[in-house]
Structure formats: structure tokens, C-alpha cells
């Protein structure tokens, strides 16, 4: 059914704006003078899907993780202060704009007709992720939505940071190698080919470093409509590779060769499997459904792997704890914590608690290692600059000391 956005004069001369489903633009005119309501302005606001393409929504914004975490946060303040779903969803829909609008205006549509929220959420699993969809589905069967919302703006803000401390850790080395590299190509092809001139004024051979620099100037110059295209090509396939759940595990793998990049997977897998399984559990979802959804979001997929393995042993005799000390990806620490919890009765508590404290750790390690790939860049850098600078002088200064006898 098609929604309308409004705005009309009440009883007593105030605007009032707000949205409307109607079958037609008449039947909305009218079901707003019923409501002693006239209208001033009325315009169709299309669903998701609906209304055909569009030069704006191609140029829209994606919905990101902010948004969502907002969304979440406030229909939990609505629905524990007794306001009901669906009109909890017409309310937060006049808060948002773009695609997020739309799809809550599906959603609601949905509602209306009579399906449950973790179904019509489940449309749309590109916004919300599976664990998302299953704790709000375990908040409807046990009437505590508004809790389980509250746990789960936590949970994303949470998850979200640790994204976030992620990419500056990966974003700070790559662009000191784009530096590094954008300082070498300026020098081959800017400032050795200038100086040329004054290298074959001495007309003797030039000193090692500076004939290499030559070289490697010469050869830029003359290929680099092809080390371009090497370049793209490569690029574009390690990009493909990495997409392919082959080169996606052999990256994984890769990683879990190297120490500092192996302790960095392997905290993160024990921050996601704790946290995210003892909210699950805590909220009242399934052992098995539980186990389940927590491996589908583990990133390192040999790791993946490792954690099915255990899952079935788990289901089978229902000992986390000693099955999760076989992937060899839980610490001791970790795993000795896990099996008091579970001895105790205590188990979706004690694994929040695990994934809280290596969640710092991880942010921690994470500072810590962005510290030292610094000074190495540094390094790296002021070298190949020196390197240059010699390359360049060693000429000149043979020049000057015959230029003295």
C-alpha cells in the first residue's frame, strides 16, 4: 500500500506533518479530513523497491552501521517505555531518510499484515546481520525486545570499535607504502631524469649507486605504459583472488604464519566467539542455533574451520569448554575461565566476561603494533630517500674534486 507524507492544519490552526497509508491519494485526503485534519500538501513517498529508478537514490548514501545502532538504540527507549512495535517503527520512520526510510516502510508494511519483526528483518540481511535477526526473534518469542535491543546496541557499538581500531591498524602501513612508493616514482621520473645533464658533464662512469638510479629512471620512463597495466592487472587480481573462498583461506592461512598477524586473528576470534555466543545465550537462543551463527561470523576461515569441528563435538556432548581448548585458539586463560563458568552454571556470563577482557587486550595489541610499524616505516622511508640523495651527490661531489685539481 502506497504511503503518503502530509501536511495539513488541524482543529486549531496548527501544521501538522507526518505520513499516511492510503490505496490512493483521494482515500488519503480523505481519511485526513476524518481525522480533522486539511491537508496543505500531499506527496507519495515510495517503498523500497518501489517507485522505479532514480538519478537521486543512485547517488545515495549505503546504509551504515551508525544508522543502525541508532535505529536499534531508539526503539528499545520506545519499547520499554510501553510504546508498541508497530507504532514504535511509524515513529522512527520520520527520523530517517534514503534507503533506511524505505525499508522501514517495508518493514512496517509487513507488520501491519501480520509478520513477526525477525521476519521482515530478515529481508534484509545486508543491514541486519543473522545474529541481529536471531536475538530479535529469541526477544519476540520471550516478550523482552526492549532488553535484548539494549544488549544489542551495546554489542554492534562494541563490534563496531573494534572495526574501526582494525582498519587504522591496516590503514596506517598502506599509506606510508603509498608514500614511500609515490617518493620513489617522483624521484625516477622527475628529479633523476633533470639531473641527467649534469652526470654526463663529467663524461666518466658513473658511481654504482647513481648508474643503478639511472637505470631503474630509464627503464620507468621507457615501460611505464606497461608497468602501469602490470600494475592495474595485478592489483585487480589480487582483489579477485582474495574474493574467492580459496584465496580467502590461503589469505587466512598466511596470516596465522606470521606471529605478529597470527596472535592479531586469533584474539580477534576469541573477542567474537565469546562476546557474541554469551549474548546468544544469555538472551535465550539454542545451544546449536547459537554455535551455529557465532562460526558463520568468525573471519578467518581456517579458524572457521576449526571452531565447526568443535561445534559438533559440542552439540554432541555438550562440553564447551574442553572442545574449544582442542582448536588451540583459546588461550588457557581463556579456556580455564570458560569451563568455570560453565561448572558453575554461570557460562553465558563468564563468556561475556572473556570476550570483554580480550577485547581490550586486542585494542591494546592492536595500539601497540600501529606504534611499531611507525618508526619502521620511518625507517624505510628516510632510507630510500637518503639512498636517492647519495646516489644524486656522488657525481657532483666527483665533479667538484676534480674541478679542485
Known amino acids: 500500500m502506497p504511503l503518503y507524507q502530509y501536511e495539513s492544519l488541524n482543529r486549531r490552526g496548527v501544521r501538522v506533518k507526518g505520513t499516511i497509508d492510503a490505496s490512493t491519494m483521494q482515500v488519503a485526503k480523505e481519511t485526513l479530513q476524518g481525522q480533522g485534519l486539511m491537508p496543505i500538501s ?16 543512485l547517488f545515495e548514501k549505503p546504509i551504515e552501521a551508525k544508522t543502525v545502532i541508532l535505529f536499534t538504540k531508539q526503539l528499545a527507549v520506545l519499547l520499554k517505555s510501553g510504546v508498541p512495535l508497530l507504532q514504535a517503527i511509524e515513529l522512527l520512520t520520520e527520523q530517517f531518510d534514503g534507503r533506511f526510510r524505505r525499508m522501514l516502510i517495508a518493514i512496517k508494511d509487513g507488520l501491519k499484515s501480520g509478520e513477526s519483526f525477525a521476519k521482515e528483518l530478515a529481508r534484509y540481511q545486508k543491514v541486519f546481520p543473522n545474529v541481529y535477526i536471531q536475538l530479535v526473534k529469541a526477544g519476540e518469542a520471550s516478550g523482552k525486545l526492549d532488553y535484548i535491543l539494549l ?17 587504522k591498524a591496516v590503514r596506517y602501513p598502506i599509506a606510508m607504502m603509498g608514500v614511500a ?46 608497468l602501469s597495466g602490470i600494475f592495474f592487472l595485478l592489483a585487480v587480481s589480487f582483489v579477485y583472488w582474495r574474493s574467492t573462498p580459496q584465496g580467502k583461506y590461503q589469505l587466512d592461512s598466511l596470516f596465522l604464519r606470521f606471529p605478529p598477524t597470527a596472535y592479531f586473528s586469533r584474539t580477534k576470534v576469541v573477542v567474537q566467539f565469546s562476546k557474541t555466543l554469551g549474548m546468544l545465550l544469555e538472551s535465550g537462543v539454542n545451544l546449536p542455533e547459537a554455535l551455529d551463527i557465532v562460526c558463520n561470523i568468525v573471519d578467518n576461515k581456517v579458524l572457521t574451520g576449526k571452531l565447526r569441528e568443535a561445534q559438533d563435538k559440542i552439540i554432541k556432548e555438550g562440553k564447551i569448554a574442553r572442545y574449544l581448548k582442542e582448536t588451540a585458539i583459546f588461550p588457557n586463560i581463556a579456556s580455564y575461565m570458560i569451563s568455570t563458568g560453565e561448572q558453575s552454571g554461570q557460562l553465558a556470563q563468564m563468556l561475556t566476561t572473556v570476550g570483554n577482557d580480550y577485547d581490550v587486550e586486542l585494542k591494546e595489541y592492536t595500539e601497540a603494533l600501529t606504534g611499531a610499524i611507525t618508526p619502521v616505516m620511518t625507517f624505510i622511508l628516510v632510507g630510500i630517500i637518503g639512498f ?18
Request: proline content about 4%; overall charge negative; hydrophobic content about 45%.
Open 42 to 57: 500531499l506527496t507519495e513517498v515510495g517503498a523500497e523497491g518501489g517507485g522505479g529508478f532514480t538519478l537521486a537514490r
Open 151 to 167: 544488549r544489542l546496541t551495546d554489542y554492534l557499538a562494541g563490534t563496531e570499535e573494534t572495526k574501526k581500531q582494525i582498519k
Open 181 to 226: 612508493l609515490a617518493v620513489i616514482v617522483g624521484m625516477l621520473t622527475k628529479m633523476v631524469p633533470s639531473m641527467r645533464g649534469i652526470f654526463d658533464q663529467g663524461g666518466k662512469a658513473l658511481p654504482g649507486p647513481t648508474q643503478f638510479l639511472v637505470d631503474c629512471s630509464d627503464f620507468m620512463l621507457n615501460h611505464y605504459v606497461v
Open 388 to 405: 636517492t640523495m647519495m646516489a644524486i651527490m656522488l657525481p657532483i661531489m666527483s665533479m667538484g674534486d676534480l674541478a679542485g685539481l
